[in-house]
């Protein structure tokens, strides 16, 4: 039995993807436990809480709640589906609604987009007061990993079926960004700048997701994940055109290497009690790239604004993305021992 009826023709697949992840999260218990573990830090004393299962509550694509926390889920399968401050409206009407909860704010996405949706909620004023609350990016592709590693069941058809569909929809969706003009010299540097990490770390998979302001190199199947992009201002009109990236000196972008630890790594003690570590120290020093400091969300950051033709800024994207990866290796939290979790 297979669900690709269910998304081949649906013209919003999000919503599609909305009830697929409800109804397994209502009727699989393993992946619910999962999923929580994912964005939860502490999530033991949940386990046995019933939870209520709701889609499209309040415009918020899928709702978990006890009588004392509420998850909050926005879902996005493509570029296009993302909207300026949505995730920072659904959690500011949860603090209205239901001050008394704890509430746990998650975007679930390709890749890392919505990265800066997370950051708004985590730097308006109520989070600030809210210390239980939680807020989480969750990518598609960890979700895919904890249905992969569920236990037989009589759903697990569903779920392996579903997230297929899911994993080809994402797919389709990149080609709504064609690669031309501009995007598309900025897509090739980051074409040959994945080929050349594949080659000079090998071990660690990598992958890449296209969005509308920016190109993605991310860890897969890693106990720590490592997101290696390039972001640039668009024209807010498909086709999105980039604005400003091509200069005298060659292509400006934003370039931003920023790692954490991931849902599998979460699970090895050793790997927990060394990313306790590092985040009391709040910065790491990665060696010729420069500091990583801690942001919301629990990642550690580095940016730079920068400058160079083509083959330049190819060369500083896999120096910076080998140098983050290699430095984690000599700390203890190697982003390709997937074996080991």
Not at 59 to 79: M, P
Not at 127 to 147: C, E, F, K, M, Y
């Amino acid at each position: 039995m297979d669900l690709h009826h269910f998304f081949e023709n649906m013209v919003r697949r999000e919503e599609t993807a909305s009830a697929f992840l409800a109804t397994l999260l209502e009727y699989d218990r393993p992946f619910r436990l999962a999923l929580l573990r994912a964005v939860l830090d502490a999530p033991a004393y949940e386990d046995s809480a019933d939870w209520a299962v709701r889609v499209e509550d309040g415009q918020v694509d899928v709702t978990l709640e006890t009588d004392s926390t509420r998850v909050l889920i926005e879902n996005k399968l493509r570029a296009g589906a993302k909207q300026q401050g949505q995730l920072l409206r659904y959690y500011l009407a949860a603090v209205e609604a239901v001050p008394h909860k704890r509430l746990v704010a998650v975007y679930l996405a390709p890749g890392g987009m919505g990265l800066g949706e997370v950051e708004l909620v985590e730097r308006c004023e109520p989070r600030a007061n809210r210390t239980s609350d939680v807020v989480a990016h969750l990518p598609w592709q960890d979700v895919a990993g904890i249905v992969e590693a569920l236990p037989a069941s009589d759903h697990t058809w569903f779920a392996r079926s579903g997230i297929r569909e899911i994993e080809a929809t994402i797919k389709r969706a990149r080609q709504e960004l064609p690669a031309v003009g501009v995007r598309g010299e900025v897509r090739g540097v980051f074409d040959d700048a994945v080929r050349t990490l594949r080659q000079e770390v090998p071990g660690v998979r990598l992958g890449r997701w296209v969005a509308r302001d920016s190109e993605w190199i991310q860890t897969e199947k890693s106990p720590v994940t490592v997101y290696l992009t390039a972001t640039y201002d668009v024209e807010e009109v498909a086709p999105y055109e980039p604005i400003g990236v091509v200069q005298p000196d060659g292509l400006r972008l934003l370039v931003r290497c920023q790692f954490r630890l991931s849902g599998r790594g979460k699970k090895v003690p050793h790997l927990r009690q060394r990313w306790s570590e590092l985040e009391a120290q709040q910065t790491v020093v990665v060696p010729a790239v420069g500091s990583f400091d801690l942001r919301s969300g629990g990642w550690f950051t580095f940016e730079s604004d920068t400058i160079a033709g083509r083959e330049g800024m190819t060369r500083f994207i896999v120096d910076v993305g080998q140098g983050a990866i290699e430095h984690l290796k000599s700390i203890g939290l190697d982003p390709s021992s997937v074996d080991a979790v």
